[in-house]
């Protein structure tokens, strides 16, 4: 399988030592500072708009050209060879300081950019020539953001959790966990999925139909125009959208017309599948604007963010299709829900004429252990990611494990409620396996495991048994 390899030379960046700056780092800090400013500049006025500026004083906002301004003027100025990073900075600030008041509004901001650019400095050693696996020491969510486009991946001693698996998708990055002792500095091809295959799996063989997967059904995660496969003969019966990880190539920034055209050419190459569209999760875009604010779901914190909300719905309902389902994620309580589904049934009615089913993501706490409480919803997504995050199984593919998907089975069985399983434990073909001796019949995976994961549905419909190991 060819989209099975990660390739890169192996490096090791330890977010715990001291970064000093050289004079060979001169020309990297100015272009990557600069290309920061550049973009603050264009972002943060879609960005208090859409929430996630918090200000006291909006006359602050007024502010934020001059400051970076300023900051543009004290780059080079302060710049000093054998200098710790630190030490600049508080140089910088210090000179704000003297020449233009900092409200706390504004100092917070200033350390905001300082934040993210003393990432970008961890990476500096990279040659941009090269592409690279990366080994991340003492690190935080917020250092994934950063990311060059030439690191093809990460590798981990033990798995990332569901938040830094989000991030990564969001910045089409794949990651191995292995604990193997890797050279610094070597060339490495690693796989990316573990297979698991017994011979015979992976033989070339005719497309597998979705007529010729019979009860089950087989989708696709998709959040952004890139990812839409160009292979036309993937056949999906479903797409889940995580619409927030679109947001983070465009610095967190959701713009109308990107989604519009999304959503077009979505509908276009799947105009009988299934559409299933998660409202966009908060959590991510609060940790990438270093906000540490409520994300869970309610009233407030929909109108706290309605821009955001306003242009996501705009855009899906821009063009038609006939099969648009909505699902609502990181609730905190069953009330929550229904006023959230009621104020959309009434917008989507009233604003875009169309009538919707409305489910509910399954991706906390709350959600699993309260299933029975809630109502009136049409269907179910179920985020492994975020359950490996709650259960913490010291084996993937235990009994104990697995038995938790079918206690949330059996409730969603008796609701009569249709559930869809999406997340990373689906594309190891085991963990399919047992999902589909567990009752599951709905799995989202990614578009180069489609025909595979097809082809182990169409043999288990055949009777054959996959694979050694017991469900």
Known sequence: MKDNLLRGRYAVIDFNEDIL?????????????NNLLKEKRTAYKFRYIQGFLDVDNPESIGLIPQLLDKLTRLLKSSLTNNQKFETWVTLIINQLKKEMTLTQDL???????????????????LNPYETYLLRLVSSEPKHLFELPKHV?????????????????????????????????????????????LLPGLTLNVETVKSTQRGKFELGLNINSLFQIPKDLD??????????????????GIVYLDQRQTFYKHLYAQYPNSKIIISLPKLLILDIYFNQG????????????????????????????????MLSIPDLECTTDFDKIRTDLIYTIKNKF??????????????????????KLFTHA????????????PSDLYSAKYAKSYSDIRSILYRKS?????????????????????????????????????????YRYNQGDRLYTKSA
């Open 381 to 392: 997504v179920l985020n492994l990611n975020k359950r490996f995050d709650l259960v913490l």
């Open 293 to 324: 604010n409520i994300t869970n779901l309610n009233h407030q914190t929909i109108l706290n963010h309605s821009a955001i909300y306003e242009i996501e719905l705009s855009a899906i309902f821009k063009y038609d299709h006939d099969n648009i």
């Open 353 to 374: 004429q169309r009538q919707v089913k409305i489910g509910l993501d399954i991706n906390n706490e709350y959600i699993a252990s309260n299933l029975q409480n809630f």
């Open 152 to 196: 093809d991946g990460i590798v981990y001693k033990k798995r990332p959790c569901s938040v830094e698996i989000d991030i990564l998708e969001s910045k089409s990055k794949s990651f191995i966990v292995s604990k193997e002792k890797f050279k610094v500095g070597r060339y490495y091809k690693l796989g990316r999925y573990d297979l698991g």
């Open 21 to 33: 700056i050289d004079i060979k780092d001169i020309a990297y800090i100015e272009n990557t500072f």
């Open 107 to 125: 100092l917070n901001y200033v350390c905001e950019i300082f934040d993210r650019f003393e990432t970008k400095m961890y990476y500096k050693d």
């Open 234 to 251: 993937i056949d999906p019966d479903f797409i889940i959208v995580e619409p927030e990880k679109a947001y983070i190539p465009s610095s």
């Open 417 to 457: 409620k249709d559930v869809y399983l999406v997340g990373q434990d689906i594309h190891q073909p085991i963990f399919l396996q047992k999902m589909i001796y567990r009752g599951f019949t709905k799995f989202a995976v990614k578009p180069e495991l489609f025909d595979l994961c097809s082809m182990i549905i």
